[in-house]
């Protein structure tokens, strides 16, 4: 018989009624024949409930022990979801992460899937069972239990649908599918019907947060179609699948912003070879995850050397460039939270030219400066001030045509 694996995020099961609705959806795709394994995650809210409370007792928890309290989240959730399934006459059988089969090396707290040995799903699968697995969890070669990283319930649906083959992986969630723009800023947003894995990548990194970039990435390795859709709607969602020569018809996929960056700037910086190298390597032993890069001349024998991090990595950021900065007798270290990545994504970018013209003349025509550029072959951001970031998503969208209204136009000239 056929795999789905179905994946419902928290908010899908934040209450008793809810988790009724998913037992019942789950029980459809039962009825039409499929073998069914249901991937679920904590309650909304649970998971930073109870890394709230382990920082509350102290201020240096242990990471196994934060693997142990974080992992039971979702112990509740499928186990109230089996229940709801029996509710209903239908068989289901729950399972944490080390009874799934799934096995991580121990970097507790973001350990990566080693393997998985699916017997005991396949087993029960065989039994007409309902598989109810617990997101964002697996085991140790030793039992010791481990999580996969903040949102990984999204991987572990997918690194299953690639063992069992599943014939598609549906990510059940808050949102109907992939918008060309945040529908909340673009007003004239449309969901997107189909988007290629890379695509979905560079949009999940700049910011459209729909679903989590590893599950992609692991989906894309292992060729996985992904439907993701809400679970309020019985609508279709956005379907993510590898790339066929069709989609590079269209240049730009969709628009983005991201506002939770912030810039730090060396000033002053001694222009000779090696101190990059040298700054860069710093920023790397601290863990510290480089966006964009921009350096220029100021003044002779001197440059300013700019980047782009997270936001939340902004203090240890600023630290490290200080002490970068003494070392190398730069001038002075600058900081700035208030800007924002505005992106454009798409396969057909490798194939047309003067796109990145048409994305600055749309920001000229608002008169939005452009702080830092950076370009893949399906991408091309720019780095503005983070009020003007709503401005420019809303230009860029109307300037490649992604709206409603003129698509329902072009049509009718037709
Ligand atoms: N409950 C976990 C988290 O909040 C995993 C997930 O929801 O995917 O990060
Ligand atoms: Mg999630």
Redesign the pocket.
Known sequence: MAVIVQKY??SSVSSPERIRTVARRVIEARKVGYDTVVVV??IGG???ELVKLAYQVTDSPSEREIDVL?ST??QVSVALLAMAVHSLGYEAISFTGSQTGIVTDSAHTRARIMKIEPEKIKNELSLGKIVIVA??QGTTQDSEITTL??????LTAIALGAVLKAEVVEIYTDVDGVYTADPKVAKDARKLPVISYDEMLEMASLGAQVM?SRAVEFAKKFNVPVHVRSSFSKDAGTLIREEAKSMEKIVVRGVTANKSEAKVSLLGVPDRPGIAALIFKRLADDDINIDMIVQNVSEVGKSDISFTIEGSDLKRTVAVAEKVAKDIGAREVSSDENIAKVSIVGLGMRSHSGIAAKMFSALAGENINIEMISTSEIKISCIIRKKLADKAVKALHAKFGLGKQRKARRKKKK
């Open positions: 995020g928290g995650s904590a649970t998971t930073d974080i989240g979702e997101g964002f990283g903040r949102g990984a319930s999204d989590q």
